[in-house]
């Protein structure tokens, strides 16, 4: 009998209503605060001058003098958010240099170098952060910074000095201390914590290439902020006798590793909380290894924060075989559904759908049903019969694929698209991978919704989504037994063309859906970008923007949302959060790769991002008005 997807350890309290933002015009946690809803109150820009905001200051990563030295220590991307505290922006390099900076001037304060990088390149993305933690208790403040070669640090936030009475000499190596033996080649973390309550909670990055199915287990561990002592260790694959163990069949949870939490975690203080984004078992792509549902992969786990302990979940892929991962910050948000006040937790995710669930609970805001999907897989799988879909809201992107969905601006790209499509096994959401003919997927592994997340308005109950039409190939193949143990590993292509070099899709390509949490309805979509219509086939179609494909980061004030878009344009996109209509294009020195801010600082406000990385200089752009 199927395991009851949802449940719940009990009922609460009330409590006070979330804290939405931090005070002060702050920038205290990576998502604005701990709820994550990249949310600020501030006003000083506005729909009305948003237009004239300029570049005032740009820092110059540490990482940039590394990548000079050596070609062989290239980063990734610049994905950090940095943190603003008192009129200090604390924020990390790929190459996980820790620095504070003053947030008026973008003039460094102090550098704190682990030489991490030492140790060699760190697993999947290479060299990459995407920000760092902040706690204090009104005495002193601490930042809590992860590193390349798999630890994390305790600085004084003052002088970033370590704290050598935390952990060992101010570091915790996260290897050690887990049920299974981890290597650093295959296992780090290159997301920030989140601290709360007084706990740092800390989540891993396992290698999403394994060639074996024995891996590193992904499990969430909660550390004293003030000594480092491990308090608790959330197994996110259960262990014998543990809730969820005999969801794993033929033993494997004695093996299975990844299943881990890459992502941005979130938590609310006020209930004692911490949101727990899960990725998928080992490996991506085959599970017949892994027979069974396999909790907690593909869920979204909330945990008692003081000790652990497994509140409610909610598996959104059961048996996941197509690397949808929960890939972005859970956003908690206090909404009002048919006159009832909720206490919800809204995640997208890689397929297009927004989870609402009550985050005290887990209960659905909206029922969720489970329905039947394609059955069929590779030889040794046995998928799910049914996945869950929910009932409101909409999907907010293309899910599976037909010809319906074949980009159209003229009859002969469509018959072109028609004969491309052809070559490619494809069907509705969750039809999966074969052995025999690539399929094709939409959306592919970087989403729809990914790592880069969305916004919520506290005022309105609005909710932006930055989304993506992106798409993948998928071949499973028989992998070289002397080297690996899995009867099948998946062979992705990332690039899927279309006619004449256009994208095989209608579009938008990118755009920012508005969905209305109070009522589950969307309020508008805009497409982000042009896109290709300057192409030969189209510009005499006069087309409106398609959107380049990008990935936007959502940025929300009480007057503008920001979407800093990763394109080859390098623009902040200003957006009226009414209607969607672009207000102001912004140009940036190079591309933004990670979430911007803003922050108030001697009567001034300014928006900071982290633009560049791989071939471009990574640095700290920081706008504001003349």
């Not at 820009?45 to 050596?70: F, H, M, Q, R, Y």
């Not at 396992?206 to 260790?233: A, C, I, N």
């Not at 999907?373 to 998928?383: N, Q, R, S």
């Not at 109950?461 to 998928?474: H, L, Q, V, W």
Request: hydrophobic content about 35%; overall charge negative.
């Amino acid at each position: 009998m199927r395991l009851n997807r949802l449940l719940t350890a009990g009922a609460l309290s009330l409590v006070a209503p979330l804290a939405a933002f931090a005070a002060d015009g702050e920038w205290p946690s990576y998502g604005g605060t701990s709820a994550n809803q990249k949310y600020a109150p501030l006003d000083q820009i506005t729909a009305e001058n948003v237009g004239d905001l300029k570049v005032v200051w740009e820092w110059d990563s540490p990482s940039n003098a590394l990548v000079a030295e050596d070609r062989r220590k290239m980063t990734f991307a610049h994905e950090a958010t940095p943190l603003m505290v008192g009129g200090v922006l604390y924020t990390i390099s790929s190459h996980s240099i820790v620095a504070a900076i003053d947030a008026g001037t973008g003039e460094t304060i102090w550098t704190h170098d682990p030489k991490s990088y030492e140790a060699g390149r760190p697993t999947n993305l290479g060299f990459i952060q995407r920000g760092v933690a902040y706690w204090s208790d009104g005495e002193s403040a601490r930042l809590f910074c992860p590193t390349g070669d798999s630890r994390v640090l305790a600085l004084d936030a003052k002088t970033g000095a370590p704290i050598v009475d935390f952990a060992d000499n101010g570091a915790i190596d996260l290897t050690q201390g887990m049920r299974r033996v981890a290597q650093k080649h295959v296992y780090g973390i290159n997301s920030p914590p989140v601290v709360s309550n007084d706990v740092l909670v800390v989540g891993s990055i396992v290698f999403d290439g394994p060639s074996h199915k024995e891996m590193p287990p992904g499990d969430v561990r909660g550390y004293d902020v003030r000594t480092g002592e491990q308090l608790w260790t959330f197994e996110t694959v259960p262990q014998e006798g543990d809730f969820g163990n005999e969801t794993w069949g033929n033993e494997s949870w004695k093996y299975t590793g990844n299943t881990n939490c890459w992502s941005i975690m979130s938590a609310d203080p006020d209930l004692g909380y911490v949101y727990l984004p899960i990725g998928t078992p080992t490996n991506d792509w085959y599970g017949g290894h892994r027979p069974g549902d396999g909790l907690f992969g593909e869920s979204i786990v909330c945990l008692d924060i003081k000790t652990g302990e497994r509140v409610w979940h909610f598996q959104h892929v059961h048996h996941g075989v197509w690397d949808y991962d929960v890939p972005a910050a859970p956003v908690l948000a206090d909404i009002t559904v048919d006159g009832k006040a909720i206490k919800a937790l809204a995640q997208i995710t890689k397929q297009g759908f927004c989870w609402v669930l009550d985050r005290a609970t887990g209960e659905p805001v909206w029922p969720i049903e489970e329905r039947p999907v394609p059955p069929d897989g590779a030889p040794g799988e046995k998928l799910s019969p049914t996945q869950p879909f929910p009932t409101k809201p909409a999907p907010f992107e293309q899910q599976g694929v037909s010809e319906d969905d074949l980009i159209d601006f003229t009859p002969e790209l469509r018959a072109k698209a028609v004969e491309i499509l052809k070559q490619f096994n494809y069907g509705p959401l969750y039809t999966p991978p074969n052995t025999e003919k690539p399929t094709l997927y939409v959306p592919g592994w970087q989403g729809a919704g990914n790592w880069n997340g969305a916004a919520f308005d506290p005022a309105t109950g609005m909710f932006y989504i930055p989304t993506k039409k992106s798409a993948i190939t998928m071949l499973l193949s028989k992998p070289d037994a002397a080297r690996s143990n899995f009867d099948y590993v998946g062979r992705a292509v990332m690039r899927v063309e279309g006619p004449d070099g256009l994208p095989l899709w209608k579009p938008p390509y990118s755009k920012v859906a508005a969905l209305n949490l109070n009522t589950g309805e969307y309020a508008w979509e805009t497409a982000t970008g042009d896109g290709p219509r300057n192409h030969e086939a189209l510009k005499e179609l006069n087309l409106p923007p398609l959107g380049d494909g990008g990935k936007g980061f959502p940025l929300l004030t009480k007057t503008v949302l920001f979407v800093a878009q990763e394109s080859r344009a390098k623009l902040l996109y200003a957006l009226e959060k009414q209607t969607g209509a672009v207000i102001a294009e912004i140009q940036l020195p190079h591309a933004p790769r990670g979430a911007p801010l803003t922050y108030m600082d001697e009567g001034k406000q300014y928006v900071v991002m982290a633009v560049g990385g791989q071939r471009e200089p990574e640095k700290l752009v920081a706008l504001a008005l003349p």
